[in-house]
């Protein structure tokens, strides 16, 4: 399986589309992340964006349309397949296991990855493999020093970082990001900025996202949702200058 | 069987389907909306037959008791909801379980210190007490098929109720998400309270309806509430609709298991269950079986 | 149930203090009724604890727990000789081993199920194998069967134990007790039991993060009934009758009363069914009205000790406090998870 | 957890420990101390007021020999059976085990009755059953220490298979619940009927304990028998009945039944009940002075009309009397004690009864007609009709 997730070196959204009774979340949505790059998705609220990462990950089946690796289709996987194969997720809501400690929330992700879990004499503590990917991703995330601490006691901010912790631990080739910045303070937006960037390099990395500046800052590609279909997608500055955008959107993002 | 056996024997499945219905109705109105798993539901089933016994033998008559019952089950839901539960919505299901368990102990108890062990049998009312004939070999009792007129009446009503009235609103609003509820300014506490009382009320009723065909006797809500369980989980929880198809297949499949597949009659129901959990984990029309 | 049982109700200490009284017990009783009671709240024990494996670390709430509980008890009633004594390693085993094959099966079927809805699916099936045990050829029929010797512990033909004696039955219980505690405690110390531990606390992240959550839950939930199985032999064994009333689904309430009440943990567990058998016994005699007391005593530790007996006094202010606050009408703050969940 | 169960724990042994230790003293000194019966009966549930008249029964006889039966004054250790087989076999063991009764008395539920019989088998306590038709306990289950005297299911359903069929029955069609009692009881109706050149045509059953008849009732009116032969009891058998009647089955084909169909069930079976053919071995309008002694007593004693379960409580005490007398109380001497009650000819309200090689009473099975609230004899069905006890191997 390692071998195959080495491969791995982009995602591809073919024409999804998810219909939920009447309305439709996500509307015939097309787009590409590739490793090294970072692919963020903007929009409105309910624009679907969360549902498009449900979709990637295979939480959720599409209505139609298909999600690629690597130009093979993996839209029979399951999504902890899809997971152990290299597609890492993050959630809106801190969605961490608030009576564990840190590091034990993170050797659980970790875990996941390890062969031969049904192994009864070890004790899950002694585990050397796991803990170390959980040690590698918490020093990666920065949160080597509060290691020990129990998840539920964090600020807000370290939870968000835990939950890309948690991502990371699985060693995903791809990450789908939903808002880790939500709720951020300034200089832990730029802490997650940093992370952000450290991590561009060997993974591809799809970002939804509220902040603009935060996305127009980072994003090698942006795509704009509204309503569940995309009406942009391009560099930085062609979104910026887009007028369908700004009608339909950075106008009210001012707002917000 | 001739063709008119088969007739009559789908005769006798609906009517007991329709009952089914008219009793787990309350129960699935209860858990879809409130999320309760209410294993005394059977016991309140009990507690209509007996309630229809003691009130016949003290008015004389079975119409002037239903409705005194009527009155008398809707204020004690209510109470009920009151003291048992209204703490319960924040506990997980464990705590509703054991909460349910002891009030079917408590139920069964108290019937027998107030009312005894015996076995009763409540008087039908003269007009509805002939049969009429079908076939030319068989009678059919003229109250069992009042009593099915009463159960499709009773479904309509509901149906309206939920779909067509300001009440009905608001508890599909309950029902489809509690902040949602909340945040169009619903009280749902009071909602549930509601709630609650109309499903007591529904199997208050049914056991009332059903006393006189079923008769009046210890322990007989335990058989009944597994019985609703498969109505529910064969219908998809929380779906009106869905129970009525169940308990009308069930009604058929048991009926005809008892006069086709006798050794196997007592499992032929949940065989049922086991297929429709093989294609339909969340019941024949229920959405989320996820809760 | 705490996270991993890191916080465990008991230390080890209380363990081997509680063991070892049990162990010391057939020296203070003769070897009867009491002594048979005792080996009882053990049975009942093992049962309690392979059903908190479930509801406690899995998160899986089972109303039909019964059912491998009969299933065991008649697997053992079918397969021991009917002149002469069976090996009783051998039987449990067997015994076992069908109930795990039984809770594999529904399993597949019941899994597919969640929260009231799995509470549900599971007591229908509990209810389905009493009818098949009630009406099915070759299973002794309403008035159930007996088996005529009680078991021995030997191999290869050799007998080492006659378990005829009280004592020696009462040990050997025990023993499998020990055991079950043992293969409990390795299962959730382990990688295995860490992710069944997850799963109960959040099942959508462990998705998330590659697990393959059936499989755990139904292993869970195989081993739980495997373990079941076993107690249910062991039943059988103590009392050499077996009837469909194992099956009824009163045995399934009573026996995640035990679990409910008893609290976190497998010491829970025990705690849980030493009390209810007692005290059930001991109302029983009381009053011909016990069940009243009984359900009354519940429905008051329901509103008043969340955490089960072993939540202590903490929890139950906690709750009493939780009762009042939302009696003035104040917003109702929902127990943390850890504290509300089992 | 273990300190705050701890004193729980302690209490519960010493009390134990105490209670056994008082039970080995009595058990000590023979018949100079009270003889200690373990009454074993439902006093909840549905059978609750059959366990009550048997209990009355069984006093009442006790009473009118002064309180003392050859020579020795009784203890009863009452235990409420719940009607539960789960709980039946610690219940037995604690009567036996832990308060060491000379004898165990019970019960109505068979289920319960197999694991009393398991006990009394396995510590030979002397075991008297006072209802429980199943027939294992005096067929394959018989031994020395257990005895019956109620009857066996086999017993009144031979006895209506001979009556059916001189009532000209050719075809009958059965039904029963799905279990044990209803099974033996159309297995020995057939027996009878059938070897009387009568045909069994259909054997329906109902899942126990299911009250759901319509569609049997559809069956056997297409069917059209000669008769029909059931066998219900409690709420099964109030509704069944008066679902019969309903039918409009009653007046087009006869309805038989073993006796319980109609006993103890008449006031809530109403209307529906009047004129069925029932056989038991006790019947209402015995004019016996025996009976009349019999039911004049209980009435007064009890404020309560006796019925078919105070008979059998009553008649296990004169079984239980007839074996002390025989040895004075000493019920050391076991094998002398079995001999006499084996021996014993019980002058029953129902008529005189001798034991069975297996335990189980030789005796007359009455037809009963239903009259108001009243089963009256109409004649003796079956003259001193003994169960064929297959499969008891004893002696």
Redesign the interface.
């Known amino acids: 399986m390692t071998l195959t997730r080495s491969q791995f070196t982009s995602l591809r959204a073919c024409n999804l589309t998810r219909r939920f009774g009447g309305l439709t979340a996500v509307n015939d949505v097309s787009l590409d992340v590739d490793v090294g790059t970072i692919h963020s998705v903007i929009g409105t609220n309910g624009a679907g964006k969360s549902t498009l990462i449900n979709l990637l990950c295979g939480e959720l089946t599409p209505t139609s349309g298909e999600v690629l690796i690597n130009d093979a289709s993996i839209g029979g996987w399951s999504q902890q397949r899809r997971a152990r194969a290299g597609v890492g997720r993050t959630y809106q809501r801190n969605n961490v296991f608030a009576p564990l400690s840190v590091m034990e929330n993170c050797r659980l992700a970790a875990q996941a990855r390890m062969p031969r879990a049904w192994h009864l004499h070890e004790a899950a503590q002694h585990c050397a493999a796991s803990n170390e990917l959980a040690a590698a991703a918490l020093e990666h995330a920065g949160l080597t020093h509060c290691a020990m601490r129990i998840a539920g006691t964090l600020s807000h901010g370290q939870k968000r970082q835990l939950e890309i912790a948690m991502c990371l631990a699985g060693e995903p080739t791809i990450l789908l990001l939903d808002e880790p910045l939500a709720g951020m303070g300034p200089e832990e937006t730029a802490r997650m900025l940093e992370l952000l960037q450290s991590l561009r390099a060997e993974h591809a990395i799809l970002l939804v996202e509220h902040d603009m500046d935060a996305v127009f800052a980072t994003s090698d590609v942006v795509t704009v949702m509204v309503d569940g279909a995309v009406i942009a997608s391009g560099t930085s500055d062609e979104i910026r200058s887009n007028r369908a955008v700004q009608s339909a959107y950075l106008g009210t993002a001012d707002v917000e | 069987m001739t063709l008119a056996t088969f007739l009559v024997q789908c005769l006798n499945s609906m009517q007991y389907g329709l009952l089914l219905f008219l009793v787990a109705s309350g129960l699935t109105l209860v858990f879809g909306i409130m999320g309760i798993v209410n294993l005394a539901h059977g016991s309140f089933y009990m507690i209509g037959a007996y309630l229809a016994y003691s009130l016949t033998a003290l008015t004389g008559n079975l119409f002037v008791a239903l409705a005194l019952g009527l009155v008398l089950s809707l204020i004690f839901g209510y109470l009920l909801e009151w003291v048992f539960f209204s703490f319960l919505y924040e506990r997980d299901h464990l705590q509703q379980v054991l909460m349910t368990y002891g009030l079917i102990l408590v139920i069964e108890e108290l019937r027998s210190i107030l009312i005894g062990d015996d076995v009763h049998g409540v008087a039908v009312p003269a007009f509805l007490a002939g049969s009429i004939s079908i076939g030319n070999d068989m009678l059919y009792p003229v109250y069992r098929l009042f009593v099915s007129a009463a159960c499709v009446v009773l479904a309509l009503a509901l149906y309206w109720l939920i779909r067509k009235t300001r009440v009905g609103m608001k508890i599909r609003a309950g029902a489809s998400n509690r902040e949602m509820a909340q945040s169009l300014g619903i009280d749902i506490g009071l909602l549930y309270r509601v709630v609650f009382s109309l499903g007591f009320g529904l199997a208050v009723m049914s056991g009332m309806l059903f006393a006189p065909v079923s008769t009046v006797y210890p322990g007989m809500g335990a058989q009944m509430l597994i019985v609703c369980f498969l109505v529910v989980v064969i219908g998809g929880i929380g779906s009106i609709t869905g129970a009525f198809v169940a308990a009308l297949l069930i009604g058929f499949v048991d009926t005809f298991g008892k006069v086709l597949w006798q050794e196997g009659a007592g499992i032929a129901i949940y065989l049922l269950m086991a297929v429709i959990l093989l294609v339909r984990p969340a019941g024949l029309l229920g959405e989320r079986a996820a809760r | 149930m705490t996270f991993f049982t890191r916080r465990r109700a008991w230390s080890a200490s209380n363990w081997t203090l509680f063991l070892l009284a049990l162990a010391a017990a057939p020296a203070i009783l003769d070897g009867g009724f009491e002594l048979e009671l005792l080996s009882k709240v053990m049975i009942m024990s093992i049962f309690a604890a392979s059903l908190q494996l479930l509801v406690g670390c899995t998160g899986l709430v089972s109303l039909g727990h019964a059912a491998f509980f009969g299933v065991g008890a008649y697997a053992t009633a079918l397969v021991v000789p009917q002149a002469g004594a069976a090996n009783l390693v051998a039987t449990l085993a067997f015994a076992g081993g069908i109930a795990m094959l039984f809770a594999v099966v529904i399993g597949l079927l019941v899994l597919r199920t969640r929260g009231i809805y799995f509470i549900m699916v599971t007591l229908a099936f509990a209810q389905m194998l009493y009818y098949v045990v009630h009406d099915g050829k070759g299973f002794g029929g309403s008035d159930g069967t007996y088996l005529y010797f009680k078991p021995v512990v030997g191999m290869f033909g050799k007998t080492w134990v006659d378990l005829t004696d009280g004592r020696a039955f009462y040990w050997s219980v025990l023993a499998v007790l020990v055991f079950t505690l043992g293969v409990l405690w390795v299962v959730m110390r382990s990688r295995f039991g860490h992710a069944l531990a997850g799963i109960r606390h959040n099942e959508q992240r462990m998705t998330a993060s590659g697990y393959p959550v059936f499989l755990y839950k139904l292993a869970s939930f195989a081993i739980g009934g495997a373990l079941a199985g076993i107690a249910g032999s062991l039943y059988a064994f103590q009392y050499g009758f077996v009837n469909p009333e194992l099956f009824s689904w009163h045995q399934s309430g009573n026996v995640l009363l035990m679990v409910i009440l008893g609290g976190p943990g497998f010491g829970g567990a025990i705690a849980g069914a030493l009390v209810f058998v007692l005290l059930s016994d001991w109302l029983s005699e009381l009053t011909k009205h016990w069940q009243l007391i009984f359900g009354l005593l519940i429905i008051v530790s329901v509103a008043a000790l969340p955490l089960g007996l072993t939540g202590g006094v903490a929890a139950c202010h906690a709750a009493i406090e939780r009762l009042c606050a939302r009696r003035r009408g104040a917003p109702v703050k929902a127990a943390p998870k850890e504290e509300r969940a089992l | 957890?273990?300190?705050d169960?701890a004193p729980?724990?302690r209490l519960?042994?010493v009390s134990?420990?105490l209670?056994?230790a008082n039970g080995a003293a009595q058990a000590q000194a023979p018949s100079a101390e009270p003889l200690k019966v373990g009454v074993m009966l439902p006093?909840?549930?549905?059978?609750?007021?059959l366990g009550v008249a048997i209990e009355n029964g069984f006093k009442l006889y006790v009473q009118q020999q002064g309180g003392r039966l050859g020579g020795r004054t009784i203890d009863y250790v009452r235990?409420?059976d719940e009607s539960?087989?789960?709980k039946?076999?610690?219940n037995a063991?604690?009567l036996?085990?832990?308060d060491h009764v000379d004898v165990l008395l019970g019960t109505v539920h068979?289920?319960v009755a197999?694991?009393m019989a398991?006990v009394a088998k396995?510590t030979n306590t002397l075991l008297i059953v006072p209802n429980a038709g199943?027939d294992?306990v005096t067929g394959p289950?018989c031994a020395p220490n257990i005895f019956r005297t109620s009857f066996s299911n086999w017993q009144p359903a031979y006895a209506m298979g001979k009556v059916a069929a001189s009532k000209g029955a050719k075809r009958v069609v059965t039904l029963t619940w799905?279990?044990?009692?209803g099974?033996e009881s159309v297995r020995g109706f057939k027996e009878a009927f059938e070897a009387a050149g009568g045909k069994v045509v259909d054997e329906?059953?109902?899942?126990?304990?299911?009250?759901?008849f319509?569609?049997?009732?559809?069956?056997i009116?297409?069917a059209?028998p000669d008769a029909v032969y059931v066998f219900f009891a409690?709420?099964g058998a109030?509704?069944f009945v008066?679902?019969y009647a309903?039918?409009?089955?009653k007046d087009k084909i006869p309805l038989y039944g073993a006796g319980f169909l109609t006993d103890g069930?008449l006031?809530?079976?109403?209307d529906a009940a009047q004129g069925l053919l029932t056989t038991l071995h006790y019947a209402d309008g015995l004019t016996t002075a025996r009976d009349q002694g019999f039911r004049l007593d209980y009435a007064k004693t009890y404020k309560l009309q006796p019925d078919v379960y105070a008979v059998q409580g009553y008649d296990a005490a004169q079984l239980l009397g007839a074996g002390l007398v025989a040895v004075k109380g000493d019920m050391t001497q076991r094998d002398a004690m079995v001999r006499a009650m084996e021996q014993a000819k019980i002058d029953s309200p129902r008529g005189p009864f001798v034991m069975s090689k297996a335990h189980n009473p030789i005796q007359d099975i009455y037809l009963r007609q239903v009259k108001g609230h009243e089963n009256r004899v109409v004649l003796v069905a079956a003259k001193g009709l003994a169960d064929p006890a297959r499969g008891c191997r004893m002696n």
Do not use: H, W
Request: net charge neutral; charged share 25%.
């Open positions: 957890m273990i300190f169960s729980k724990f519960a042994f134990l420990v209670a056994c006093f909840t549930g549905t059978y609750a007021p235990l409420d539960d087989p789960s039946a076999s610690e063991s604690r036996v085990k832990r068979s289920g197999m694991a398991k396995d199943a294992n289950l799905k279990y044990a009692a099974e329906l059953t109902v899942p126990f304990p299911n009250v759901e319509q569609a049997q009732l559809t069956q009116a297409a059209k409690g709420a109030v509704k008066k679902d309903d039918a409009g089955l069930t006031e809530a079976q109403g």
